[in-house]
């Protein structure tokens, strides 16, 4: 069972915002930096954000994220259809000493 | 490019073996945590554990500690996964990642396998 806790689904039509939280702890998301996949259907997760807020090369500013406290939050902006997937945040965990993800928010472009 | 390639798709019975690999590219791969992460059908992510190729460094979480090892060869790039009894609830989709090269505490994967298959059924 996984320490990060997300919405099991969003949903938005095409154009519009949507948000998705990831709540943790003060052993993870409280003290570490968070990242965000996304996981199109029957592909490999794909990293959208890193350092909480950072974009890979080649990531739209349409993607965005921050954190506050024991959360962290992804905006999505300008929602379109390919952005139908499966996302994911990720820390570590120092208690632990481990990776963990959030259990995963299905978005639906309506 | 950075690569991550894994091995192909398993069928085993239980209580059967198994090691599946994941063969990264470049002379960089000792630099850079490995990953494992396993995506049970229909469910999420889990992390499974993580190793570091330049000395063998291996932090396992709790859920998946004593039931896989985790083992790298840096001299050909690969890093396994590996059971020594198979059960049916292992059967899941299984993915290699490497992590940026930065504290664990600020763990990203930035690169990922296409994942291997793993069935186990009687």
């Known amino acids: 069972q996984s320490v990060l806790t997300q919405p099991p689904s969003v949903s938005a039509a095409p154009g519009q915002k949507v948000t998705i939280s990831c709540s943790g702890s003060?052993?993870?998301?409280?003290?570490?930096?968070v990242s965000w996949y996304q996981q199109l259907p029957g592909t490999a997760p794909k990293l959208l954000i890193y350092?909480?807020?950072n974009r890979p090369s080649g990531i739209p500013n349409r993607f965005s994220g921050s954190k506050s406290g024991t959360s962290a939050t992804l905006a999505i902006t300008g929602l379109q259809t390919g952005d139908e997937a499966d996302y994911y945040c990720g820390t570590w965990d120092t208690s632990l000493s481990a990776g963990v993800f959030g259990t995963g928010t299905k978005v639906t472009v309506l | 490019e950075v690569q991550l390639v894994q091995s192909g798709p398993e069928l085993k019975k239980p209580g059967e073996s198994l090691k599946i690999s994941c063969k990264g590219s470049?002379?960089?791969?000792?630099?850079?945590?490995i990953g494992w992460v396993r995506q049970m059908p229909g469910k999420g992510l889990e992390s499974m554990g993580i190793?570091?190729?330049?000395?063998?460094?291996?932090k396992y979480s709790p859920s998946f500690q004593g039931h896989v090892t985790i083992s790298v060869d840096k001299s050909t790039y690969t890093a396994y996964l590996q059971w020594s009894t198979l059960e049916a609830s292992d059967t899941a989709m299984y993915f290699c990642?490497?992590?940026?090269?930065?504290?664990?505490?600020?763990?990203?994967?930035?690169?990922w396998g296409q994942g291997t298959l793993v069935s186990v059924s009687s």
């Open positions: 470049g002379d960089s791969f000792s630099t850079y945590w």
């Open positions: 350092d909480n807020n």
């Open positions: 003060s052993s993870n998301i409280g003290i570490n930096f």
């Open positions: 190793i570091y190729p330049g000395d063998s460094e291996t």
């Open positions: 990642a490497r992590a940026k090269l930065v504290p664990l505490t600020k763990l990203a994967f930035d690169y």
